[in-house]
């Protein structure tokens, strides 16, 4: 009996791809906060889970703290691409 395992979509993917895939998704994040895209901004859901750094910033300051969490949050995730892209050359 053959057990050959298939390879699975994730094992193709190198830290080059995978970087800018994060960094794609970070800059929609980014594009969607700065054009005020409803499904960014659209925290339905459980909230009572410990801290949340978007709902402090929106009790704190409203709408503009959310915005600016979420503009926060997609620079963090584009830096993470940059990061895994630079650590993956070496």
Do not use: H
Not at 58 to 76: A, E, H
């Amino acid at each position: 009996m053959n057990m050959n395992k298939e390879p699975d979509f994730f094992s193709n993917i190198t830290p080059t791809s995978g970087g800018l895939i994060i960094i794609a998704l970070g800059v929609l994040l980014l594009i969607g906060a700065i054009r005020r895209w409803k499904w960014v901004f659209d925290m339905t859901g459980e909230r009572n889970k410990g801290f949340n750094f978007l709902l402090f910033l929106y009790d704190l300051f409203g709408d503009k703290g959310l915005r600016v969490g979420v503009i926060i949050t997609s620079v963090i995730i584009i830096l993470g691409g940059i990061g895994i892209m630079c650590v993956g050359k070496q």
